[in-house]
Nanobody, 124 residues
Framework: QVQLVESGGGLVQAGGSLRLSCTAS????????MGWFRQAPGKEHEFVAG????????YYADSMKGRFTISRDNAKNTVYLQMSSLKPEDTAVYYC?????????????????WGQGTQVTVSS
């Protein structure tokens, strides 16, 4: 089992920045690809970004490229999502997820473990 706990969400004005953190416990964190997803009210889970187990490769949804940066610190069992130039449409609950698959999955159901989420609200 892997337990994931997100933090760092909150209320921010449009154009502002936030850094989300996701700390893992349980099995060896460095064995897992990690992903960030978000879910706005009434919508499906949307892939935001992913990073390989060793941190060497990252992947972003097109709408997040250039604004969001995913990184990880395996010594701290933590993955981060740095978000900048935030827009009201970025408002959602943000989740981290862990996967042992061969490649970085981009669908919610392809991950093995998920956190409980942290709310991000961007005001206009």
């Amino acid at each position: 089992q892997v337990q994931l706990v997100e933090s760092g969400g909150g209320l921010v004005q449009a154009g502002g920045s936030l850094r989300l953190s996701c700390t893992a416990s349980g099995r060896t964190f460095s064995n897992y690809h990690m992903g960030w997803f978000r879910q706005a009210p009434g919508k499906e889970h949307e892939f935001v970004a992913g990073i390989t187990a060793n941190g060497g490769t990252t992947y972003y949804a097109d709408s997040m490229k250039g604004r969001f940066t995913i990184s990880r610190d395996n010594a701290k069992n933590t993955v981060y999502l740095q978000m900048s130039s935030l827009k009201p449409e970025d408002t959602a609950v943000y989740y981290c997820a862990a996967s042992r698959s061969f490649r970085i999955p981009t669908t919610w159901g392809s991950y093995d473990y998920w956190g409980q989420g942290t709310q991000v609200t961007v005001s206009s």
